[in-house]
Structure formats: structure tokens, C-alpha cells
């Protein structure tokens, strides 16, 4: 009897170790001596884009949608008049200029637009188009995101994207606003993070609408899938040539003890609802159970958004507030808590490059109010990009997060991610130091 439990618990072992063994050979989670690396040593390509990123809700001001509504129900900081980009944008974007960019993502707010249902305000389009058309002048390619977490409250009210049934009318006013712009813009994104918008709105509950429910989650997953899949569809039946992808989050899930088979468990199942069943999406066109053959490579490129990874073990948290980032002892902290792990974009790159399509870099960056780590968080991923480029990866731009700080999101105005700083008082902007490396940067291209 005792021999038998010794030999089956000792089989056990064994098998695990094997498990073990093969996924810490599958997955490396390779981290590099950075002082060994001379970070000066980037080039770039002659037509690489250089670029930042902001979002409609975060810099523009004085939005009523799904967030703005949010933050008044649960009391959190108000987006207010954040940036006041809506009437200032002509000097933010001497900003752009200034910093020398060839890019410049940004979002269309759909509750600015339609902010009734059927009723369009056509004066809120014509800026937009202005805003191209200045963009265009100082001859910065304008990438338009479509969705990037915010959108009218009576979309909201009808479920958003956790009703299949409210696919048509986001897909209404993405015609619209692709009709009036494409003359003018080559290049769209059409949803921004949707793992990012599932998660932290279905089962984390930090951004609207607040629900914890897994099963809502997933519905929300696929039919954020169906809702680019059905734009991108349409998008490019009205201009066969317009480049067409959508920004992913690639957040790389490693365990926190590597011997443990438990927190390898934990974090591929995470990496896959987080990442894999996404890029399955896109490449075979199913779902989480769900058939959705119009997703299948429905992307022209891939917007590569890059922050971090996380170290995964067996206790999950269920809320923002019990969410504690862990982090190897020589790794640093950004402010946000997550840490800084430049090596990981390498591997959010390998893990976007299955896709067989360019790759741009639609977001990286760093919350850092004094500017002691952003110098450094810069340099370390620009050496990763350009490194990438010499090993063949096809990356056309890199936009960092962000051209200035701004509204983030369930953090309000504490963390600031901008290569300006703002003082939200006066509204003041003040290139930081780490904005003057990225000039620099630019000027010299590499
Ligand atoms: C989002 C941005 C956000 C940034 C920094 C990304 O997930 O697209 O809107 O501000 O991360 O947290």
C-alpha cells in the first residue's frame, strides 16, 4: 500500500517537473544585463515613423459618455476639462512639431459625434477634419483610432459592446466618421485594447461599466472581435487600399515562482484568455468556443501597445484594489506599481509576429510625474525596437504614450505619462527632459 502511494506520488512529481521543465524552456522570460548594453547604439530605418499617442476622453475635455458618466456614479477624479485639447489643439500640435513626429494616433469621440442616437453634430466632424487637414500641413501622417474606451451613454444604456445587437450602430458611426476622413487618412485603428476594455470593465470593474462577471467578460471579448471584424469588413469595401488593424495590448502573464506548477498554470491560462484567444481570433477566425470567420486576418497591420509583464501566482485577485504587482528584486517599479521590463516587448513582438502583418508601435510609455525613470524606460525599449528591426521584424513607427500627460482613466491625474508635463491649474505644457531625448532621438534618427 505505502509503496504504491510512494510510487504514484513520485510519478506525480515526475510528470510535473517534466511539465515544468518544458514550459520554462517553451516560455524564457530572458532578462538582460543593462549595463552591458550601450543604449546609444539604436538606428532606425530611413522611413520609420516617429510618433506619440493620446485618446479623445483623456486630453480633450468636457465629454459626456459611458466614462464621464462612470466617473460621476462612482465617484471617482473627473476627467473634467483635462487637457482642454478640444480648444487647444492647434498649439498641442506645435508640440508635434517641435518634437520633429512623422505620427500621431489619436481617437475620435463617438459622444461627440452622435450625441443622441441618429443625431450627428456636424460641426464636431468639421473639426476633426481641420485637424487632419493641419496634421497633413505639417506633414504628420494622422493614425485615427475609433474606439479607445469611450462612447455615448445612450450606447451605453443599450449594453455596448456586451449587445451583439449594437454592432450595427458602431458600425454605422464608424462609416460615418470613415466617410468624411479617408479621403485624408490612410491609416485606422479601429478598436483600442479590447482585452483591456473587456477585463477592466466586465471583470475587474474599474472602467464602465463596472461589472464582475466572467461570463460577460468573454461575450464582451468576442463581440469587441465581431464589432472590428464587421469594420474592418466594411472600411475596406468602401477603400480597398486604406490600412486597417487595431491596437492590442500584449501583456506578457509569467509565473511568479518559475519552478512552481501552479503559477505556471495560472499564467498561461491568463496569457491565453488575455492574449491568445485573441491572436486565434484574428488568425483563425474562432473565439472562445464562438465561430467568427470574419475576424479571420482582418488586420492589415497590428498596433503593438507595450507596458509591462505580470507576475502571476496562485492567488488571483478580483479587484483593482487587492491587484498587487510583483516584481523580481533587480527589477524597477514604475509609478503606476507594475515594473519596468523592456526585454518583454521583444516578446510582445514575437508574439504579434505570427500575424504576418506590419507591426506598429501604437503605444509605450511609462507614469513618471518627475521624469527620474522615463530617460532610461525610453532608451532601454528604443534599443529593443531597433534591435528587432536588424533581426527582420517589420516595425514601421513607434508612438510613445503620451505626447502630454493626461486623464488616466480609473487612476485619475495622478499618474503622468507625458513627454510634456501639464500643469492641469493653468494648463500649462513644459517639454520634460526625457521629451527633449526623444526630440533629439528623432533629429538624429536612431
Ligand atoms: C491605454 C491608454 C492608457 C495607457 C497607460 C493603455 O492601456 O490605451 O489609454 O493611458 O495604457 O496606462
Not at 498649439?91 to 512623422?102: R, V
Not at 463617438?110 to 477634419?129: F, H, I, V
Not at 525610453?378 to 533581426?391: F, N, Q, T
Request: charged share 25%; glycine share 6%; with cysteine.
Amino acid at each position: 500500500m505505502w509503496l504504491w502511494l510512494i510510487l504514484v506520488l513520485s510519478a506525480l512529481l515526475a510528470i510535473s517537473l517534466f511539465i515544468v521543465l518544458y514550459l520554462r524552456n517553451k516560455h524564457p522570460e530572458p532578462h538582460y544585463n543593462w549595463e552591458e548594453i550601450d543604449l546609444n547604439a539604436i538606428s532606425f530605418p530611413e522611413k520609420f515613423q516617429w510618433g506619440t499617442a493620446t485618446a479623445a476622453h483623456q486630453v480633450e475635455g468636457h465629454l459626456s459618455n459611458n466614462w464621464s458618466d462612470f466617473e460621476e456614479k462612482n465617484d471617482f477624479e473627473r476627467s473634467g476639462a483635462a487637457c482642454d485639447h478640444w480648444n487647444r489643439w492647434k498649439d498641442d500640435f506645435d508640440m508635434l512639431t517641435n518634437l520633429g513626429l512623422s505620427t500621431y494616433r489619436f481617437s475620435i469621440e463617438w459622444s461627440r459625434l452622435e450625441p443622441t442616437e441618429g443625431t450627428w453634430n456636424q460641426e464636431a466632424m468639421e473639426q476633426y477634419s481641420s485637424m487632419i487637414d493641419d496634421l497633413l500641413e505639417r506633414g504628420i501622417r494622422p493614425v485615427v483610432t475609433l474606439h479607445h474606451f469611450s462612447h455615448p451613454i445612450w450606447w451605453e444604456e443599450k449594453g455596448g459592446f456586451a449587445n451583439r445587437n449594437n454592432i450595427p450602430s458602431f458600425l454605422n458611426y464608424c462609416e460615418k466618421v470613415f466617410d468624411a476622413l479617408s479621403d485624408r487618412v490612410d491609416v485606422w485603428c479601429t478598436i483600442n485594447e479590447p482585452t483591456v476594455f473587456s477585463t477592466m470593465g466586465y471583470t475587474l470593474g474599474q472602467f464602465p461599466p463596472g461589472k464582475r462577471s466572467i461570463l460577460l467578460t468573454t461575450k464582451v471579448m468576442k463581440n469587441l472581435m465581431r464589432a472590428h471584424a464587421e469594420v474592418y469588413h466594411s472600411l475596406k469595401e468602401k477603400k480597398p487600399d486604406a490600412v486597417i488593424g487595431l491596437a492590442k495590448n500584449v501583456t506578457l502573464f509569467d509565473p511568479l515562482n518559475r519552478w512552481s506548477p501552479i503559477d505556471w498554470i495560472v499564467s498561461r491560462i491568463l496569457d491565453y484568455l488575455w492574449n491568445g484567444a485573441w491572436r486565434k481570433g484574428i488568425l483563425k477566425g474562432k473565439m472562445l468556443g464562438s465561430r467568427i470567420p470574419k475576424a479571420k486576418n482582418s488586420l492589415d497591420f497590428i498596433g503593438l501597445n507595450y507596458y509591462t509583464h505580470f507576475l502571476t501566482g496562485l492567488f488571483m485577485p478580483t479587484s483593482t484594489e487587492e491587484l498587487e504587482f510583483a516584481k523580481r528584486d533587480h527589477e524597477i517599479s514604475t509609478e503606476f506599481g507594475y515594473p519596468m521590463y523592456a526585454e518583454g516587448f521583444r516578446r510582445a513582438m514575437e508574439f504579434v509576429s505570427p500575424l504576418s502583418v506590419p507591426i506598429e508601435i501604437t503605444e509605450n510609455g511609462v507614469a513618471d510625474e518627475n521624469d527620474t525613470l522615463r530617460p532610461e524606460h525610453l532608451k532601454r525599449h528604443l534599443w529593443i525596437v531597433s534591435e528587432a528591426i536588424k533581426d527582420g521584424f517589420d516595425i514601421r513607427s513607434y508612438h510613445h504614450w503620451s505626447l502630454m500627460d493626461n486623464f488616466e482613466w480609473a487612476e485619475g491625474y495622478k499618474m503622468r505619462f507625458g513627454l510634456h508635463a501639464v500643469d492641469f491649474d493653468n494648463q500649462q505644457r513644459k517639454l520634460r527632459k526625457s521629451g527633449k531625448i526623444f526630440q533629439d532621438i528623432i533629429s538624429k534618427n536612431g
